[in-house]
């Protein structure tokens, strides 16, 4: 639930020792979850939607810039205040403390970015990162890179991790999203202190083979069609893009089929038209379905071609009939109403994949810290893009970058964020959204504890340039929803 507390100034701290008990009120009443894909074949499909027609879905993506740039401030009195005793969960691989230390930043490999199809039904990006969790499964990141705010549908479609990723390079894989866990109070009333979300993730897999099926999928009426086009585009589990569909005439079916249907009358040459009327010279006792029109003038038009001749194209006969001194010219056209179908036309995208294990054995995964006091040193990675207010396009969103600063208290009422943390910061909003808070970090080891993660920038002083980054506090609450989500299964796709 929404917490009230009055803000409190900025302070400095150190984490706690990682043995705590969990908190009291470990918030298991207030979290959400919902699937993302869950069935193997889904999660392959969603795999394959990614992977196809050369990666133009990854690559063509654009960063998710949904409620980013707001209006935020560094406040000096109040502040988020823990809920319970500080505690730290270890990263993958640092359960043991290590002493060695580096003088470089080393980026961690545990960042990377999330695909999804956003509510505009275009393929988009944000910032995210690997974390501790039982299976080793684990991703972090903000809510509303999970959660559908702007169409209010409960999640978005098509969710992939893609740790490391590079203009469609995906080393270690893609890992397909199983199972989304955030606070309730964000995904019921949208609450910006709670804009966070814990997402369980497939075993990775990478590519081995590609084809593309082109079947239409044919039915008899319209609107069996567009219900069934309707459902496709509906169903996240399925590859299928660019559908739509195609009126056809049924040449192996003369009338309507079923009775009722649509059907079209259709010119037809001579010869097809005698398959099913055999007896021409009476021109009578025609099949259902079938006919002749004819065109008559008493004068011989201009550019008559003889008696008894077909046009070029097959489909017209002329012949000439006397009527004793006259003679009568005559063109006959034949048709044939033949039934009328409907496809949905479209790529189905089938790729062969292998799978390449837990995220966490690839990559590693990044600690947890909560109730930790205001005040100490984070580094933020992420991929932040696009422009300052006054223009300046300082990042391009293709490589991973960091940021370093203290963590301070602060506001940002458009997105009822009253108990956020902030960061000083340049990282611009388009992809910076789920960029990691990295409390403690180990150039070495690559590990920290994850203790922040960005869901929105601010121009603080009014300069036009992005100067701030705001996170929710990470107290008792967020870690009541990361442990329903540290503890379940995943499994693999293939």
Known sequence: MKRTLALGGVAAGLLAAA????????????????????????????????????????INATPYNVETTIPAKHVSTGGPSADSKPGTVPAIGDEKKSTSKSKNVNLPKTTGKVFFIG??????????????????????????????????????DKWVFIPGYYQGKTPWGIYVGKQAFTHYDFDVYEDGDRDYAFVTVYNGVLPTSASVSKDPLTFETKAEAEKKKAELEADKSNGYSNLTIERKVDTTTV?????????????????????????????????P?????????????????????????????????????????????????YDVDYSVVGKALWIGLKDVGRLGDNVGGQGL????????????????????????HAFS??????????????TAPAIKGDELVGVKSSFTSEGSIGSSWL?????????????????????????NRIDTSVSPYFDGELYGVYSAAKALWSGKIV
């Open 19 to 58: 043995a705590v008990a969990a908190p009291a009120a470990n918030a298991a009443g207030d979290t959400s979850s919902t699937p993302l894909a869950n069935t193997n074949l889904a999660a392959q499909q969603v795999a394959a939607f990614w992977y196809g027609e050369a990666k133009a879905n990854l």
């Open 289 to 337: 379905n079938t006919g002749v029109t004819d065109a008559a003038t008493f004068n011989r038009p201009q550019g008559w071609p003889g008696n008894n001749k077909v046009s070029a194209d097959g489909k017209t006969y002329y012949f000439e009939v006397k009527f004793g001194r006259s003679t009568k010219y005559i063109t006959r056209t034949f048709w044939i109403n």
């Open 369 to 392: 810290a909560y109730n930790q006091k205001i005040g100490q040193p984070v580094f933020v990675f992420g991929y932040p893009s696009g422009s300052h207010p006054d223009g300046n």
């Open 255 to 287: 009338g309507a089929a079923p009775a009722g249907s649509e059907f079209e009358k259709t010119y037809v040459t001579l010869d097809t038209w005698k398959k099913l009327n055999p007896q021409p010279a009476a021109w009578g006792g025609f099949k």
């Open 119 to 156: 509510a505009d039904h275009k393929p988009h990006w944000c910032s995210a990162t690997s974390v501790q969790s039982q299976y080793h499964n684990l991703v972090a990141t903000a809510g509303h890179c999970v959660y559908d705010t702007e169409s209010n549908k409960a999640t978005l």
């Open 397 to 410: 969103g293709k490589t991973l970058k960091w940021s370093y600063g203290k963590t301070f208290a602060a």
């Open 439 to 463: 409390l403690k970090y180990s150039s070495n080891r690559r590990l920290g504890y994850l203790n922040g993660v960005t869901i929105g920038v601010s121009d603080s002083d009014k300069n």
